[in-house]
């Protein structure tokens, strides 16, 4: 794969135009199909076997028009006089003639007057109704009564289906990855190149995403964490491979030679860290709901886009930049370096235009400086002289910050946790005030006619009125077959209240006799609260999983596998306490924009887990690989480490921070579910960074020593050897003498790929200066 990968990376930077003229179609192409042929998402919430489907089952079958799509509107004076009886009659006459409504209900009119609620029902699911074009249809239908200065608000399920997209959380996410990369690279041409290839890749696979959504349902979170995920993998990929091309020309490579060598090294890891979250989010299949599945899969497809893009557009883009990829001082540096007479080649260097690899001239030994001290391994330092202090101490306080997940509740978020701009969120508070909270989630009991008679539909009804948090029980309708029954239980609080779960809970376990079920929004959401409760282990266990087989197989090590996986589970767990901390108890829901505390949403706990533990994997196999590198080479454990953090730590922060950049931009979005992700993301990364990758990792590889390294005999001759960075053949499991070959010896050529030997650097993002000339590649072979 290295050797392929170097022929594509080198063929890439020497034919740019080619290239980037190819992407470019692709993204103009996968744009013009999609706004011609795409869908709209939708959320699909089927969740077969519970109690609520089953109700949902039945009135699909005797009640088709309760079982598809409902909206409501709401018309409200702002002086408090009564609505006018001719403007209710009008408007009621219009939303009759909306494509799809089958049934309009009379206006209901609350004790005041000052309000009139519709409710309308569709003859099709909401999935059918062409998302914001059904808003649009009832804003047209209203027209008379906001021209009689009434207020219109929309809610119910239509409403609540429609994504609003300001495009703004991107904008944040993007500037802030912009000013990360120019203090990095100090060149405003090498940081625009990993920003233009995440706009390329995330743009062709958002297209793609719409595309899919015209064949089949497609979640209306999924564009979005598509987009939160491509925007931070494609900079962290293209990040990586920029660091590696950098370092390359520093080196005195040419520009095609440079390009080619860090596709073949950092693009293997790319390639493998792609994989990685691919994988994981393969685990929202295990969830069982479909909204779950196409949100793994556009999620996927998005990422593979990027990771295709990233390995392909990365050397074009570096090819055709040239030397201009460096910053004043570097250039300068080189041009006096090649004055003198070094092996410099030029990016104009027309004997380097050839697919194939040719064998370059190597310098004559130089006495090699010693490396600076960075802050990175001084701390590594300190860490490894009190190993255990540290461990405890890093322990603890994860612990802590995860303590808060013990009170946590979950609940799928309905309108009455979005922000107060949103028009879902007017119209749940206009239906709170003029008709109680319960109001905005009725129960809907269906009672199957041939299980229970007459005489037990009127004792149910007087069941239902006297048991505590009722409001108010309607008449039984009863279905033409007389098949069926459906009555209307109003609560006395608001479905996200968990009062309203405990209702659903009691009257199934108390008052309904067999034959009967209750369905509806709270019912519905309190039976996909528990199913994905139940559901979040089987994903836990196969990411897991997962993740152990792959990092045993990277690094020839269960110990370091088990480790890391269970520092991963630690650091999300952390995040899920913190999630706890601001949003359920309510510690930071005024400067995120909310007006009061919400439980955590029953979709964040899965989404986390899944994505996080495929993207921490990048950062976790690019630290250990040097480590073990270094500890193959020397045989000191705790040298080892500080050597490694030493090299990687820079460019891991830098990836940290645009990938805390990028997900933090999605928490200042308008939806309160994309708010707690991004919220989430952001500080599992942030911890990842600090508390696992700092204190975590050096102290427990401290502790643990040669110990960290051990793999039983017969599982090393299993386990089949990988090489993920491009180093040639797989290093074996202990350390090697000095007076055995290496890969980069002559006993020993490298397998695979061109013979790549790069001198090592210490701090990969450093300017240029005489004494780190010869320090090691960024991104570790």
């Not at 005797?62 to 799509?69: D, G, S, T």
């Not at 909204?291 to 990027?306: I, K, L």
């Not at 978020?413 to 003029?434: K, N, V, W």
Request: glycine residues 10%; negative net charge; hydrophobic residues 50%.
């Amino acid at each position: 794969m290295s050797g392929f990968l170097y022929r594509v990376g080198r063929l890439a930077a020497t034919r740019p135009w080619r290239v980037i003229g190819v992407w470019v179609v692709a993204l103009v192409v996968a744009t013009v199909l999609a706004a011609q042929l795409g869908g709209e998402p939708h959320d699909d919430f089927d969740a077969p076997g519970t109690a609520s489907q089953r109700g949902t089952d039945l009135l699909r079958a005797e009640f088709p028009a309760l079982a598809e799509a409902q909206a409501r509107v709401v018309l409200h004076t702002r002086d408090g006089s009564p609505v006018a009886t001719g403007l209710t009659d009008t408007v009621a006459r219009r939303l009759a003639d909306v494509p799809a409504v089958v049934v309009v209900s009379p206006p209901q009119v609350s004790a005041d007057g000052d309000t009139a609620m519709f409710t309308l029902n569709y003859d099709r699911p909401v999935t059918d109704l062409g998302g914001s074009k059904a808003i649009d249809q009832l804003v047209d239908a209203v027209t008379p009564a906001a021209e009689a200065g009434l207020t219109t608000e929309f809610g119910g399920q239509v409403a609540e289906n429609v994504q609003e997209v300001s495009g703004t959380a991107e904008a944040v996410g993007i500037a802030f990855a912009l000013v990360i990369l120019l203090i990095a690279f100090g060149s405003i041409i090498a940081a625009g190149v990993p920003l233009a290839v995440a706009l390329i890749g995330l743009g062709i696979g958002s297209a793609g995403i719409t595309l899919i959504a015209a064949g089949t349902d497609v979640s209306t979170i999924a564009p979005t964490l598509a987009s939160m995920v491509g925007i931070g993998v494609g900079i962290d990929y293209a990040l990586l491979l920029v660091t590696r091309h950098v370092e390359g020309l520093r080196n005195g490579l040419s520009v095609p030679e440079a390009a080619a060598r860090a596709n073949g090294t950092a693009g293997v890891s790319v390639l493998f860290a792609g994989v990685t979250v691919v994988l994981s989010l393969m685990g929202l299949r295990l969830v069982g709901l479909n909204t779950y599945v196409t949100t793994g899969f556009t999620t996927a497809a998005v990422v593979v886009t990027v990771v295709v893009t990233a390995l392909t557009l990365v050397p074009a883009l570096c090819g055709l930049a040239g030397t201009r990829l460096l910053g004043r001082r570097a250039r300068a540096a080189l041009s006096a370096s090649a004055a003198a007479g070094a092996p410099v080649a030029m990016a104009q260097d027309t004997a380097d235009r050839t697919a194939q690899p040719e064998p370059e001239t190597r310098p004559e030994p130089q006495p090699q400086p010693q490396p600076r001290r960075t802050l990175t391994a001084a701390w590594a330092e300190r860490v490894g002289r009190r190993p255990l202090p540290w461990a405890v101490g890093a322990l603890l306080l994860l612990l802590l910050l995860a303590a808060p997940i013990l009170g946590m509740r979950t609940w799928p978020q309905d309108a009455g946790s979005q922000p107060d701009s949103t028009y879902q969120r007017r119209a749940y508070d206009l239906i709170a005030a003029e008709y109680g909270p319960g109001a905005n989630g009725p129960l809907i009991v269906a009672a199957d006619l041939r299980r229970i008679s007459a005489t037990d539909l009127d004792g149910l009804v007087r069941r239902l009125a006297a048991t505590p948090d009722v409001a108010a029980v309607a008449e039984p309708v009863v279905a033409p077959s007389g098949d069926a029954a459906v009555i209307i239980v109003t609560p006395t609080v608001g479905p996200s209240d968990e009062r309203a779960a405990e209702l659903v809970r009691t009257l199934r376990a108390e008052v309904l006799p067999a034959g009967v079920e209750i369905t509806g929004l709270t019912a519905v959401y309190t039976d996909l609260s528990r199913w994905m409760s139940d559901r979040l282990w089987w994903v836990v266990g196969f990411v897991v999983s997962v993740s152990l087989l792959l990092l045993t197989l990277v690094f020839r090590s269960p110990v370091v596998a088990l480790k890391a996986a269970v520092m991963n589970l630690l650091s999300i767990a952390a995040a899920y306490g913190v999630v706890t901390v601001v949003f359920q108890w309510g510690w930071g829901t005024d400067l995120l924009g909310l007006p009061h505390s919400v439980p955590m949403s029953s979709w964040l706990p899965v989404l986390m887990f899944t994505v996080l533990f495929g993207l921490s994997m990048d950062y976790e196999v690019f630290l250990l690989s040097r480590i073990r590198e270094d500890y193959l080479a020397t045989g000191d454990p705790h040298g080892s480490v500080v050597r490694g953090l030493a090299s990687t730590g820079r460019v891991i922060s830098s990836a940290a921070l645009i990938m805390i950049a990028v997900f933090a931009g999605f928490a200042l979005d308008p939806d309160v579910t994309v708010k707690m992700v991004g919220f989430g993301m952001a500080v599992a990364v942030l911890v990842d960074a600090t508390i696992i990758r700092m204190i975590m990792v050096p102290a427990t590889m401290a502790l643990l020593g040669r110990v960290n390294w051990w793999l039983p005999g017969w599982l090393d001759r299993v386990l089949p050897h990988l090489d993920v960075h491009g180093g040639g053949p797989a290093a074996p499991s202990t350390p090697r003498s000095d007076s055995e070959p290496t890969a980069d010896s002559p006993g020993l050529p490298a397998v695979g790929r061109p013979h790549l030997p790069l001198p090592r650097q210490q701090d990969p993002l450093a300017p240029l200066d005489e004494t780190d000339q010869q320090q090691p590649d960024p991104i570790g072979r």
